[in-house]
C-alpha cells in the first residue's frame, strides 16, 4: 500500500470536518454548555486541519531552511494549530462578553511570540 503525502491527508481531514461542523450547527441546538464546547472544540479542529496545510504550502514556498525543511510538516501543524487556538480564544472571549480590542492584540502576541 502507497503512503500518502500528510498534505493529502489533512485536506481530507480539513473537508470531513467542515461537513461534520456543518451537520453538528444544523441538528445539535446550542442550549446547554456540553454542545457550546463541542461546537468550539470541532471549530478548533476545523480550523486546524484546514491552516495546517496552508502553512506547509506558504512555509515551503518562502523558507528556504534545511532545518526547516526537515521537520516542516510539525512547524505547519504547531503554526495551524496556533492560528486555529487564536480564533478560538476569541470566540470563547466574544460569547462571555469578556472580549475587548486589546485581547486581540495579546492574542496575536502570544501566537506569534
Given at each position: 500500500m502507497a503512503r500518502r503525502h500528510p498534505i493529502v491527508i489533512m485536506v481530507g481531514v480539513a473537508l470531513v470536518a467542515w461537513i461534520g461542523l456543518g451537520l453538528f450547527g444544523?441538528?445539535?441546538?446550542?442550549a446547554g454548555a456540553l454542545a457550546r464546547i463541542l461546537?468550539?472544540?470541532f471549530v478548533f479542529i476545523t480550523?486546524?486541519?484546514?491552516?495546517?496545510?496552508?502553512?506547509?504550502?506558504?512555509?515551503?514556498?518562502?523558507?528556504?531552511?534545511?532545518?526547516?525543511?526537515?521537520?516542516?510538516?510539525?512547524?505547519?501543524l504547531r503554526q495551524g494549530a496556533l492560528a486555529a487556538l487564536?480564533?478560538?480564544?476569541?470566540?470563547?472571549?466574544?460569547?462571555?462578553?469578556?472580549?475587548?480590542?486589546a485581547d486581540i492584540i495579546l492574542i496575536?502576541?502570544?501566537?506569534v511570540a
Open positions: 444544523k441538528f445539535v441546538a446550542p461546537f468550539l472544540l480550523l486546524a486541519a484546514t491552516f495546517t496545510p496552508i502553512a506547509l504550502l506558504i512555509g515551503r514556498r518562502f523558507v528556504r531552511s534545511k532545518w526547516y525543511a526537515q521537520d516542516a510538516w510539525r512547524h505547519a487564536a480564533v478560538v480564544a476569541n470566540l470563547v472571549l466574544k460569547a462571555l462578553d469578556a472580549w475587548f480590542w496575536v502576541l502570544a501566537v
